[in-house]
Every structure is written in C-alpha cells, then in structure tokens.
C-alpha cells in the first residue's frame, strides 16, 4: 500500500510505500510515517504520481487547476481537407519535396484531385504557378492524369 504524505518542515507532498517507517524528503528533513496524516492511498505506485501531483495542487490551492490541466484535451482534427494537407505538406524544406508531399496528400485525402484542390493547396504553401508545378510532377511521372482535368500521385510502393 502506497501513500502521500506531507513534510512537516517544508510543506511539500512526497509519495511513500507505507511499509517503511522513515523517509526522507527533498529539504533533508527524516518524516516518520506512522504518525503522519496519509492524505491519500493508492494500492500501485503508478497510481501514486499522480496522487502526489493533486495532493501538492490541493497544498498550493490549485486543485481545480490541476484537475483542468490534467484531463487531455481532445485535439480535434480540422474538417477542412486543404488545410490538413498543407500541415502537412509544409514539413519538407525543398519546393520539391512539399509539391510531392501535397500530391501525395490530395491523393490520399480525395483519391483523385482537381486543378482548384490544387491551386488551394499551393496557395496555402505559398507556390504561386500552380499549373507550372503541376506540370513539373506529371513530367517526373509522379502524377498522373486518370481522367480529364483528375489528377492523382502515383504510388511507389505497391
């Protein structure tokens, strides 16, 4: 069994294995442990970090705080196709890697893409000619046209 309890001298939180009869705390003082006042039990010690965090919130005042903090905050993907894929389009450092990158992604987020998903895509990559780029990736057979005025990324791995 595993347990919080706090230091007498510095006020601060410390977990414990209930078990021992003395322990240290950071400021050098000796804390005996069964006069302590447990503030809280945990049966793991993985469950104990975190009691210790909101026993050292609940010392500074901060419990709602804490409990806010420590629930994680569900990310939301963006429903906007176009700008999920200049995030990630965006990563590469070389104008080629990002147009590969951004055929790769329309590809992968619509099948098959638009000259106006493109332009959109560049545009939010800063790439002004986006039919010079276009065409650039169709002569390097790294897009290909399936059906007119459709484009696609053609895929290197099978």
């Known amino acids: 069994m595993y347990g919080v309890i706090v230091c007498p001298r510095c006020k601060r939180a410390k977990g414990v294995d209930l078990k021992q009869k003395t322990t240290t705390c950071a400021c050098g003082f000796e804390i005996r442990i069964a006069p302590s006042r447990v503030r809280a039990r945990?049966?793991?010690?993985?469950?104990?970090?975190?009691l210790v965090g909101q026993v050292s919130a609940e010392l500074a005042g901060g419990l709602?705080?804490?409990r806010k903090a420590a629930t994680p905050a569900r990310r939301?993907?963006?429903?906007?196709?176009?700008?999920?894929?200049v995030g990630v389009a965006?990563?590469?450092h070389d104008r080629a890697g990002r147009l590969r990158a951004a055929a790769v992604e329309l590809t992968r987020e619509l099948e098959v893409f638009s000259l106006g998903?493109?332009?959109r895509v560049l545009a939010g990559l800063g790439i002004a000619d986006a039919e010079g780029a276009l065409a650039t990736l169709i002569r390097a057979n790294l897009v290909m046209e399936?059906?007119?005025g459709f484009y696609r990324a053609v895929s290197l791995s099978p």
């Open 117 to 119: 998903d493109w332009t």
């Open 42 to 50: 945990a049966d793991t010690a993985r469950e104990l970090a975190s």
């Open 76 to 85: 939301r993907r963006s429903r906007d196709v176009h700008l999920r894929i």
């Open 90 to 92: 965006s990563k590469p």
């Open 64 to 66: 709602a705080a804490y």
């Open 146 to 148: 399936p059906k007119d």
